[in-house]
Nanobody
Framework: QVQLVESGGGLVQPGGSLRLSCTTS????????MGWYRQFPGRPRELVAD???????NYASSVEGRFTISRDNVKNTVYLQMNSLQPEDTAVYYC?????????????????WGQGTQVTVSS
């Protein structure tokens, strides 16, 4: 069983900062790309940022210049540093990881999701 556990969400004022963390655990052979997604009420989940194992990054245009994604391959952890937060950033944030495991003698590679963490930006 592969598990992704998120932390770092909460309530901040406009202009404030938060740092999200997501740690992957289980009988893992390798973790490939990792990313952060968010979901606004009544809207589909959308990409915020992702990062390859060697550190190449991709950002949604709405967050580029304000958010920074990074990872620690020893700890199998991905981070999202969020600065200059605005009310329109309010959403549930989910982490995602492309994970490979051995199942008997076969190899399985699948996407896994964290439990979600609420980020609220308000006065």
């Amino acid at each position: 069983q592969v598990q992704l556990v998120e932390s770092g969400g909460g309530l901040v004022q406009p202009g404030g900062s938060l740092r999200l963390s997501c740690t992957t655990s289980g009988s893992i052979f390798s973790v490939y790309s990792m990313g952060w997604y968010r979901q606004f009420p009544g809207r589909p989940r959308e990409l915020v940022a992702d990062i390859t194992r060697v550190g190449s990054t991709n950002y949604a245009s709405s967050v580029e210049g304000r958010f920074t994604i990074s990872r620690d391959n020893v700890k199998n952890t991905v981070y999202l540093q969020m600065n200059s937060l605005q009310p329109e950033d309010t959403a549930v944030y989910y982490c995602n990881a492309d994970v490979g495991i051995f199942f008997g003698s076969s190899y399985k590679r699948s996407n896994y999701w964290g439990q979600g963490t609420q980020v609220t930006v308000s006065s």
